[in-house]
């Protein structure tokens, strides 16, 4: 039992990291015809893109573990639920990057290692520890969709609708936690939360 369970989490990660996404949600901004981007707009759409991408790597890591250890096996349900969103994300994004022409983060291997021991790592402090950091984490990511949101070109509707569906996503997720019961994290685990993804978002726009 414990052998074929490690097996499927295995295989999880695997498919992350290596293999396209699904969605089952039709793609936001679809409709909108592509529009015409100069090269230095194209690069700096793909480097948006692939951090939000790399974000969602990281997350569906954060997720994996957060499930594997929680003690609780509604918070395990809820925690697989918005699991299954973020690889919506991963499908919306990846598939965003490839028609502007652009490449997904080198390092996303790395990123899903280390966020995967971070969700590990929550699940074992206790669940309302777990789901604390869970709503930390889906906090500082609206805002740093918000940010992207000022950030892209104002025509181009179709990168511009992945983000703020993300971002709606993403608010659900923290409310799910909040209701679960998640506790308010110390606000050095906040900065520290911070300071991590800003390297991670440096190093993902270029890499």
């Not at 295995?10 to 015409?36: I, K």
């Not at 499908?91 to 590990?120: D, F, H, M, Q």
């Not at 992207?148 to 993300?166: F, G, N, T, W, Y």
Request: glycine fraction near 8%; charged fraction near 25%; aromatic fraction near 4%.
């Amino acid at each position: 039992m414990l052998l074929d369970r490690l097996i499927g989490e295995f295989d999880l990660a695997l498919r992350t990291v290596a293999a396209p996404a699904c969605t089952v949600r039709p793609v936001p901004g679809a409709e909108f015809p592509d529009v015409q981007l100069d090269e230095q707009q194209r690069q700096h759409v793909v480097g948006l893109m692939r951090v939000n991408h790399c974000g969602e790597i990281c997350a569906q890591a954060l997720y994996q573990g957060q499930a594997l250890t929680s003690r609780d096996p509604a918070v395990r349900e809820a925690l697989k639920g918005a699991a299954l969103q973020e690889t919506e994300h991963l499908a919306w994004t990846e598939r965003r990057i490839a028609e502007l022409g652009g490449r997904k983060s080198l390092l996303n291997p790395l990123w899903y290692a280390g966020s995967l021991s971070l969700g590990v790592l929550a699940g074992v402090l206790g669940d309302r520890w777990n789901l604390g950091f869970l709503a930390e984490t889906e906090r500082q990511v609206e805002a740093h969709l918000d940010g992207h949101l000022d950030d892209l070109p104002v025509d181009d509707q179709r990168s511009r609708a992945i983000v703020r569906q993300m971002r709606d996503d993403e608010i659900e997720h923290a409310e799910m936690a909040v209701e679960f019961g998640a506790a308010e994290l110390p606000q050095p685990v906040k900065l520290g939360m911070k300071l991590a993804a800003r390297l991670m978002t440096g190093t993902a726009y270029r890499l």
